[in-house]
């Protein structure tokens, strides 16, 4: 019989709590992909002492029984790994005091919308978390001290939702000998025309998360533009390493799952709220950096 029983708590997402621990936290899970359960591991690593309901959001039509939960529960703490999640946890109406963290969120500015903005300014440790940016700098560095050669980058990019990022870019990028050029679009078809025009002249492509620019086939297309007049092309995770890119940054999830565990404990033992970079491996494809004859630092 318990067995039966486990296995529906595992197959519904319904939080079966093996521990009675100090604290009593609710997790929330934007689905069941492999990056978001490497989350959830990193976390339960970290919190073993504490008692962790799961709800997962996948099927969708789990979305009002695990709200009806969280809201009758009494949690100490709530947790939203990925978006889907933090827009749950956010538009719940708990009890004042009650804390809320993100993890692996791309913009948690944008997706958790004007109460989490709200929450930083008065500097309230609800409304901490670890996203899935790493600062602009920090790339810049890494992709300076990789490819030591890199001199001229052009940046794919959407001014809509990425024009900010751009600019940073550019001003870091002049501290560090780089030269930050702008190959903005509207839209997908003029992709193949701003490369057309700017390829030449540039050392590497960077593809930054963006709406307009981003998908596989674009991203293959650009490796492929590239690496015909030798150029390289930075991503942002494996698939572009896969698809020949020269560099990409590949997240720890688990070990982000981790960080979210300290900043659970920070919650807990009264700490103000820092948010960490995510962990992240700089990736390099050595046979495609012989190939353009890239030198490159490990």
């Not at 789990?62 to 939960?69: E, I, K, P, Q, T």
């Not at 703490?77 to 005091?97: C, H, N």
């Not at 960080?259 to 495609?288: A, M, W």
């Amino acid at each position: 019989m318990f067995e039966c029983l486990l296995v529906v708590c595992l197959l519904f997402g319904i939080p079966g709590n093996a521990n009675s621990g100090e604290h009593s936290v609710a997790v929330v899970v934007s689905d069941r992909i492999r990056p978001y359960m490497q989350v959830l591991k990193g976390l339960e690593q970290g919190l073993e002492n504490d008692s962790l309901a799961v709800f997962y959001l996948v099927p969708s039509e789990n979305n009002d029984r695990v709200s009806a939960a969280l809201i009758k529960g009494e949690y100490d703490l709530y947790v939203a790994i990925g978006p889907e999640a933090g827009d749950l946890i956010w538009s719940l109406e708990t009890e004042k005091g009650k804390g809320k963290i993100y993890s692996a969120i791309l913009d948690p500015h944008m997706t958790l919308g004007k109460e989490q903005q709200e929450e930083q300014e008065e500097q309230d440790r609800a409304g901490c978390g670890v996203s899935l940016q790493i600062p602009v700098s920090i790339q810049l560095a890494e992709i300076s001290g990789a490819l030591p050669g890199v001199k001229r980058v052009g940046l794919l990019f959407d001014r809509a939702y990425n024009g900010t990022f751009f600019e940073n870019a550019r001003i870091s990028g002049k501290m560090l000998g780089i030269d930050l050029i702008p190959l903005a679009v509207d839209s997908k078809k003029d992709i193949p025309d701003i490369l057309k025009k700017h390829l030449d002249t540039l050392d590497c492509i960077w593809m930054v998360p963006d709406r307009t620019v981003i998908s596989e086939k674009i991203v293959q297309y650009v490796v492929k533009q590239a690496l015909y007049l030798k150029k390289g092309v930075i991503g942002y995770n494996s698939f572009f390493l896969k698809s020949g890119a020269v560099f990409a940054f590949e997240f720890d999830y688990t070990r982000i799952g981790f960080q979210t565990s300290e900043l659970v404990n920070d919650y807990f033992n009264g700490r103000h709220c820092v948010n960490p970079v995510p962990f992240f491996n700089r990736g390099i494809n050595i046979k495609v950096a012989r190939t353009i004859g890239f030198r490159v630092e490990e």
